[in-house]
């Protein structure tokens, strides 16, 4: 196990790998606030040549906060447009499946409203939907949705508990769903493509394109909520090619998407135009903030790339629409 070492120390190692300090004072109140591990061993790995395990001679300490900053403004702006995702994706949901099981309010405990063969997956989400209602319903300090539609209406219908659930969850449940509500569900979520490319004209959605998007948005919701490291982090599923979104941007059917950026990409199907503008142009706005800050751009043409952006700055300014 590596011994502690205090400020100083830490500031001694970086000096020995020919790391260089505009201000060592303001360097050990930064590492004493966010951890040496945490802002070093995360975002060091852009400046240090391979050949010698050392930083090249134009790196300072300072270049490696402008990354880490650029990777906490990034992650926000992320996370709030997947939260208005969620929120959408969870609406549509519960409209498309309660119009479609409108006389059987509490169709989601039933096995055999399910559309997966899977019996095992089947059962353990009722058995988690059943875990979710009796928490809320017991809970003695909490006047919740849940535990007033128990007592006035001894029923909870899915309109209710899915605002309980979280995304990970409405999106394990979807997939288990019959392919009637998954389509209808699709085809509802195709409007906020229209929206984002200013179309009428649009491929048809299928299912398995929301549900790949959706498992790929709750992890990379998990990386921004914890505050983990977005930078070269490979995401589960290699996105399904959309031609409506991806040949614009010179995206071929070919290319691998499990990149943060493709994933960013697939917002398109949850959220509208300006709400899509603002996290595209504040992603713009800060790769060009970047490049003015760090003058060699071979840095942050790597780091651009570790999550799939455009190396060339190719995201073009969106301008929002007047409601």
Known sequence: ?????????????????????KDKKAAKQYLLEYNYYNV???YSKFFINSDTNKYYDDVY?????????FDKVIKTVIFEGII??????????AYCYCKHFKNDLYSYLDIK?????DIIK???????????LNYYKEKKRNNNSIKHYYKV???????????????GEVTYFYNLLPDKIKNDVAKELAKFVKDNLSTNSIKDIHFNVIQKGLENLTELRNITAHNNKMLETTLKNDLPFYDDIHTPLNILNSDNRQSIYNSILYLKFFINYNQYAKINNTIRKRMNNLKGKIKNHSYTDKLFSSIGLPNELQIMQLK???N
Do not use: C
Not at 3 to 21: A, S, T, V, Y
Not at 61 to 67: P, T, V
Not at 113 to 117: A, D, E, L, P
């Open 122 to 132: 089947v059962s353990r989400q009722i058995s988690n939907f059943a875990n979710t």
């Open 153 to 167: 209406h001894s029923v909870v219908p899915f309109w209710v508990l899915v605002d309980y659930l979280t995304l």
């Open 320 to 322: 929002t629409k007047n």
């Open 61 to 69: 300490f300072e270049d490696i906060l402008e990354i880490h900053h």
């Open 1 to 21: 196990m590596k011994p502690f070492k205090n400020l100083d120390q830490q500031l001694k190692i970086l000096e020995d790998r020919n790391l260089k300090f």
């Open 84 to 93: 208005e995702a969620e929120r959408h994706f969870k609406s549509i949901l």
């Open 113 to 117: 409203t399910y559309g997966s063969k």
């Open 40 to 42: 070093v061993n995360a």
